[in-house]
């Protein structure tokens, strides 16, 4: 279904027109509709029928975790500017929280223990986003209105805030894509927070190589677009990155983030809007991280909730896949083989990357820390 983009005159395109407006209302304003993606061939905003519960079960929004065949419902970009020039003013009484990230680093995982019905509720890795962060990247502006990649961010959270009632708190965790946007999403609201997950070099690359071959074709997507938020890399030739190894892209990847992370929690540290979290002390003492990220986002959790969630039998589920089991041993081990498996390429991998990078630290503390 798509919005009509003509016009008509006369009584019967009046009536259409209304009819339009009146959908486009109850689709901005309508939980049951996530704000899914920004085409920008056609500029337009497409929205997909979706249940709280669903929101609420997968541990990414996208159509392919939900369901590939359900259908989006267009909206002009033109209908939607005037969302675009000023935060809806839900957007400033109750805003967001967010957990940024570096990846594989238990963000997830944290997004699912403080998602609690009727307190807060999670949104993770929605597309609109990362649309508004590739939006900055390729600095672009509308054919048909007068928006541009700078008003993206507004529109987005704007779009977003409905799926939180008037009772609960919205906590978003974009993908760790979307960094290069978050002085623009924590600029809209001056009383939002903000956590920054962050891993050390090791856990990430062993985290990737876990993956097999698709972790590795990942990371490189993940390269492919950071590096555009580098002047110095921008116009990395593909070829070059071709002929660089999966180790090599790993570590780059790593430490790309841990630079751009670096200067968001600094910059904003200061002011008490963000505090970094090193993604292992969730891992190894969750009951004192829940209590400390729930006190920092000001979430209103309650400490009995609290417990019950980190007694809860869900901290031994993959938070990414309910069907299989996590513990850190269980991942240790699995990590050790791999470690044994790929040898000294994996201990060269690391010391190239300080010894090309000085000053680099294997386990950084970009400062901040959350205090636990």
């Not at 594989?104 to 997004?111: D, E, I, R």
């Not at 997507?221 to 580098?230: A, E, G, I, P, V």
């Not at 309650?302 to 896949?321: C, G, H, R, W, Y």
Request: glycine share 6%; proline share 5%; hydrophobic share 40%.
């Amino acid at each position: 279904m798509t919005c009509p983009t003509g016009t008509t005159s006369g009584k019967n395109g009046s009536h259409s027109r209304s009819r339009e407006q009146a959908l486009v209302r109850d689709l901005v304003a309508n939980p049951d509709f996530l704000a899914y993606r920004f085409d920008f061939a056609t500029e337009s905003v497409g929205f997909l029928p979706i249940t709280r519960d669903e929101i609420r079960r997968v541990s990414s929004l996208r159509k392919d975790s939900i369901d590939p065949n359900r259908q989006l419902i267009e909206v002009p970009l033109a209908e939607l500017v005037d969302l675009a020039n000023a935060p809806r003013q839900a957007l400033l009484d109750n805003p967001p929280r967010f957990i940024f990230h570096t990846a594989y680093c238990a963000s997830t995982f944290l997004s699912r223990c403080l998602d609690v019905d009727g307190v807060s509720i999670g949104l993770r890795e929605p597309q609109l986003l990362l649309d508004a962060a590739n939006a900055k990247r390729l600095q672009w502006q509308s054919q048909s209105t007068g928006l541009g990649y700078r008003d993206l961010p507004t529109l987005a959270l704007a779009l977003l805030g409905k799926h939180a009632n008037a009772s609960e708190k919205l906590i978003i965790k974009p993908i760790n894509s979307v960094n290069n946007i978050i002085p623009e999403l924590l600029g809209l609201c001056s009383s939002s927070k903000a956590l920054l997950l962050y891993t050390d070099a090791r856990n990430f690359a062993l985290s990737t190589l876990k993956k097999g071959e698709g972790g590795k074709q990942t990371v490189r997507s993940m390269f492919d677009l950071l590096r555009c938020d580098f002047p110095q890399l921008s116009n990395l030739q593909l070829t070059h990155t071709i002929h660089m190894t999966d180790l090599r892209v790993i570590m780059t990847l790593w430490r790309l983030q841990l630079e751009q992370a670096s200067q968001a929690i600094q910059h904003f540290s200061q002011s008490n809007t963000m505090a970094s979290l090193y993604g292992e002390r969730l891992i190894q003492s969750p009951l004192d991280v829940l209590r400390a990220a729930n006190a920092f986002l000001e979430l209103g959790i309650a400490p009995a909730q609290i417990q019950a969630i980190a007694d809860s039998e869900d901290l031994s589920i993959d938070a990414k896949n309910a069907s299989e089991k996590f513990s850190a041993e269980k991942r240790e081990r699995i990590y050790q083989r791999l470690e044994e498996f790929y040898g000294e390429d994996l201990s060269q991998g690391l010391e190239w990357l300080v010894r090309n990078n000085p000053g680099t630290a294997l386990v950084p503390d970009p400062g901040g820390a959350l205090k636990l």
